[in-house]
């Protein structure tokens, strides 16, 4: 079992950044990949963004070029910097891994786009 938990989120203005943190109660070496869904109020969850251990990165496309994910290994984080914020990016963001054993969620911070 390994806990993730999600900080960073909070109300931002349009064009502006933030970077979300996820840390994990161990390490993250197990894992097969690590990254970040959202969730619009009464929208499904969606995928962002996802690193696998061997380092590839793969994107949703709206975000691309806007938005980073980067993994620190001895500090058991994942980090999103997101940048050139939109409206439309408002959202619960939940960090996720996944190992041989299961997928694990956090339980998501809050990150709200004005216009």
């Known amino acids: 079992q390994v806990q993730l938990v999600e900080s960073g989120g909070g109300p931002v203005q349009a064009g502006g950044s933030l970077r979300l943190t996820c840390v994990g109660s161990?390490?993250?070496?197990?894992?097969?990949?690590m990254g970040w869904y959202r969730q619009a109020p009464g929208k499904q969850r969606e995928f962002v963004a996802d690193i696998t251990s061997g380092g590839t990165e793969d994107y949703k496309d709206s975000v691309k070029g806007r938005f980073t994910i980067s993994m620190d290994s001895a500090k058991n984080t994942v980090y999103l910097q997101m940048n050139s914020l939109k409206p439309e990016d408002t959202a619960v963001y939940y960090c996720t891994g996944r190992n041989k054993e299961s997928d694990y969620w956090g339980q998501g911070t809050q990150v709200t786009v004005s216009s």
């Open positions: 161990r390490s993250l070496a197990p894992m097969y990949v």
